[in-house]
């Protein structure tokens, strides 16, 4: 077997450390050998490494123990423990109104900002801890926003504003240092660097099921390790500071027992119906399991209740659909009905599960199965799969240092530096303030360019690789120009009106000021605070007094009078207006190419206006004169403008005030026909004459009635 081969992994408990060898073979992994060692002391707390010499003493020694059968082994896989990482929501928004299409790195740049508004978070949120520097070792997009609104994409949208919601997670650098610190005393280099729960996650719940909502328990020896995963993602991690040696203090406690001897009772209590057991005083005694358990079932609801908490916690309150138990604490006595119980789960939803869930595995014939080896194991494997290493650049000539968990991108390089991308772009431009016919409006300045990304002096992007000793430069992008406004373009949609008056054609053109000031260059450029009007005529009245020909306002006037104190309105004399055909008013609002036609006021006579009027001027009766059809009239009704008065045949004018008068009415007589006819005496002979209505003799003063028969005859 070539060295080469093997994969060395650590997994560095509060309570002991696990040390495995793996080969990848056909698909397989298969574990070589493991050797598990405790701790001689407290030199671990919280998965924490507080004794790095003590620490690297156990390492060695594990080390010691498989080189003796496996050959040198100079480069190890680690984990860092979950309960040291801190995820954290957080979310960006940019203003887009304006600018071309979204593109795929104006994503990045979205991403980046909401990342680096997550580190603010982190700084802010444990402030105690200052002295503990995180950096991102990795993030999830929840969800992308298009003006308030979720959408699966970004790329080539536009709108006004994009946001993004990112889950991201940090690790204290100081985790790293200790156990860097560790392995070179123990002669070892990290290989790879990976995170314990991710470790598990990886070799019990792929990918495919992290959309589900379930909770992974690692419990060893001083802690509990939590990890949640939802919507594609791990979402929080968590620790409970209470696990398996809280359950061996409990036995110990309740039987006298030595720390060693009570873990040893611990162990039979899932095998055993009854254990055996000496107290400190030397007494032996056969105990049943189930009175064991009875015993020490406090410290069991503690530890159930502990984690109950910090899963509601960590899940926003709610219990998740499956609770998944790993590490040597999980095989607690009834822990999983319990947690189920506590959890408001079905006892199916909540189980343990050891190496035999992991597919594609393979152990020696003398490694024992048990779930405490899920987490060695993860890390095994994820340093094939997922593997975590340190790279060094230098950002605008700082050394920056990188977990290379993935390709690392520009954009990493720039986050692990500390640069706030959000201030490296240019600041737009001052906008101008401009009253436009009255309405005060806002122009925008530009909006400043990007930053300038060089990697090695090559202008690069964000999500461009970078490699071991790469030098990485950022410029500010420039700040945006106050916008460059013309007089034409803030009225470029005001066009000329041709319009067609009684078969003739008018053109009006706008007129623009500035500030008062005529002006005739479009060209001519706004400056802040500027009055601007565009003056072009909006109706048919304001047209005709544009082309000098207001008098046809006047003339569009209806036609009234004033009789006797009353106004009088007559339609057939008032002036019409039509609007391509239609009638239509003075003020309705003319468009480019409009065909009006005016048909003006007509000014009667005085009979006319009379007609169209209740007010009657004269009466008639039509006659028979000497052989002929004749009308007499009388008036009745006389009609005085300013004083004087008016004949049949006077002209009425708009505006008009006149007063009638009425006279008495009388009969028709004979001698009224003389009124419409022109009597010729005779040439010759007497100027004796009868007088004859109906055949019969008459005299002037004879009443007539209409269709008489009136003759003369001369003697």
Do not use: W
């Given at each position: 077997m070539e060295n080469s081969d093997l994969t060395f992994a650590l997994d560095i408990g509060t309570r002991s450390v696990v040390g495995l060898i793996l080969k990848v073979e056909n698909g397989f992994y298969h574990i070589v050998d493991t050797v598990i060692k405790e701790h001689d002391k407290r030199s671990m707390l919280d998965g924490q490494i507080h004794d790095v010499l003590s620490v690297a003493n156990v390492i060695s020694s594990i080390k010691d123990e498989l080189e003796s059968v496996h050959g040198p082994l100079h480069k190890v896989c680690v984990a860092a423990a979950g309960r040291a990482l801190k995820t954290i929501r957080a979310s960006s928004a940019f203003e887009i109104s304006g600018k071309p299409m979204f593109q795929k790195e104006d994503v990045l740049q979205l991403e980046l900002m909401a990342v680096q508004a997550a580190q603010k978070q982190i700084a802010e949120k444990f402030e105690n801890e200052r002295a503990h520097h995180y950096d991102c070792v990795g993030y999830s997009v929840l969800q992308y926003k298009l003006d308030g609104?979720?959408?699966?994409?970004?790329?080539?949208?536009?709108?006004?504003?994009?946001?993004?919601?990112?889950?991201?997670?940090?690790?204290?650098?100081?985790?790293?240092?200790?156990?860097?610190?560790?392995?070179?005393?123990?002669?070892?280099?990290?290989e790879a660097l990976t995170l314990e729960p991710i470790a598990a996650i990886n070799v019990l719940i792929p990918p495919s099921m992290r959309r589900l909502n379930v909770a992974l328990v690692d419990i060893g020896a001083g802690t509990s390790d939590i990890a949640i995963t939802d919507l594609g993602t791990i979402i929080s991690y968590g620790m409970v500071p209470i696990a398996g040696d809280e359950i061996t203090e409990a036995i110990s406690d309740e039987f006298l027992l030595d720390f060693p001897k009570a873990e040893e009772a611990k162990r039979k209590l899932t095998t055993n119906s009854s254990i055996t057991i000496t107290d400190i005083l030397g007494f032996e005694t056969d105990v049943s399991s189930e009175e064991v358990i009875k015993k020490i079932s406090p410290a069991i609801d503690k530890l159930t209740s502990s984690i109950k908490d910090e899963i509601l916690q960590l899940n926003n309150g709610a219990s998740p659909k499956a609770v998944m138990l790993v590490g040597g604490g999980s095989l607690t006595p009834e822990l999983p009905k319990r947690l189920a119980t506590k959890l408001e789960l079905p006892e199916n939803r909540v189980a343990i599960r050891g190496i035999d869930a992991i597919s594609h595995l393979k152990l020696a014939d003398h490694v024992q199965k048990g779930p405490e080896l899920v987490t060695p194991i993860g890390i095994a494997v994820a340093s094939k799969q997922n593997p975590i290493q340190y790279i060094s650049v230098?950002?605008?000539?700082?050394?920056?240092?990188?977990?290379?968990?993935?390709?690392?991108?520009?954009?990493?390089?720039?986050?692990?530096?500390?640069?706030?991308?959000?201030?490296?772009?240019?600041?737009?431009?001052?906008?101008?303030?401009?009253?436009?016919?009255?309405?005060?409006?806002?122009?925008?300045?530009?909006?400043?360019?990007?930053?300038?990304?060089?990697?090695?002096?090559?202008?690069?992007?964000?999500?461009?690789?970078?490699?071991?000793?790469?030098?990485?430069?950022?410029?500010?992008?420039?700040?945006?120009?106050?916008?460059?406004?013309?007089?034409?373009?803030?009225?470029?949609?005001?066009?000329?009106?041709?319009?067609?008056?009684?078969?003739?054609?008018?053109?009006?053109?706008?007129?623009?000021?500035?500030?008062?000031?005529?002006?005739?260059?479009?060209?001519?450029?706004?400056?802040?605070?500027?009055?601007?009007?565009?003056?072009?005529?909006?109706?048919?009245?304001?047209?005709?007094?544009?082309?000098?020909?207001?008098?046809?306002v006047a003339k569009m006037k209806p036609f009234s009078i004033e009789i006797d104190e009353k106004i009088v309105t007559i339609e057939s004399f008032s002036a019409k207006l039509y609007k391509n055909g239609l009638a239509t008013l003075k003020d309705a609002k003319l468009e480019n190419g409009d065909i009006v036609f005016i048909n003006e006021t007509i000014e009667p006579t005085l009979k006319e206006l009379m007609k169209e009027t209740s007010f009657t001027l004269s009466q008639s009766i039509p006659i028979i004169f000497n052989g002929e059809q004749v009308t007499i009239e009388k008036s009745i009704t006389?009609?005085?403008?300013?004083?004087?008065?008016?004949?049949?045949?006077?002209?009425?004018?708009?505006?008009?005030?006149?007063?009638?008068?009425?006279?008495?009415?009388?009969?028709?007589?004979?001698?009224?026909v003389f009124t419409v006819v022109n009597i010729e005496l005779p040439s010759s002979g007497t100027s004796q004459f009868i007088l004859q209505k109906n055949g019969q003799e008459t005299n002037f003063q004879d009443p007539i009635a209409p269709g008489d028969e009136l003759t003369i005859k001369w003697l």
């Open positions: 609104e979720e959408i699966g994409s970004l790329i080539d949208q536009q709108g006004d504003e994009v946001a993004v919601e990112i889950i991201a997670t940090f690790l204290p650098k100081v985790v790293v240092e200790s156990l860097l610190a560790a392995l070179n005393r123990a002669d070892l280099e990290m230098k950002v605008n000539e700082r050394s920056v240092r990188l977990f290379h968990m993935k390709t690392l991108t520009v954009g990493d390089s720039i986050l692990a530096s500390g640069l706030q991308l959000n201030k490296l772009f240019g600041k737009p431009g001052m906008a101008i303030f401009i009253e436009a016919n009255g309405k005060s409006i806002t122009i925008p300045g530009e909006h400043g360019s990007p930053p300038v990304i060089k990697k090695n002096n090559e202008i690069t992007s964000l999500d461009d690789e970078i490699k071991h000793g790469d030098m990485i430069h950022i410029e500010k992008g420039e700040n945006g120009k106050t916008p460059f406004v013309t007089l034409g373009s803030l009225f470029d949609h005001i066009q000329a009106k041709t319009v067609t008056i009684n078969g003739i054609t008018h053109t009006v053109n706008p007129i623009y000021k500035i500030n008062g000031e005529v002006q005739t260059n479009l060209e001519t450029r706004l400056v802040d605070r500027d009055r601007v009007t565009c003056e072009i005529p909006e109706t048919i009245e304001e047209f005709l007094q544009c082309i000098n020909m207001g008098h046809f006389e009609f005085y403008r300013n004083g004087e008065k008016l004949e049949d045949d006077a002209i009425i004018h708009n505006g008009d005030k006149l007063i009638s008068k009425k006279k008495s009415v009388q009969p028709f007589i004979f001698q009224d």
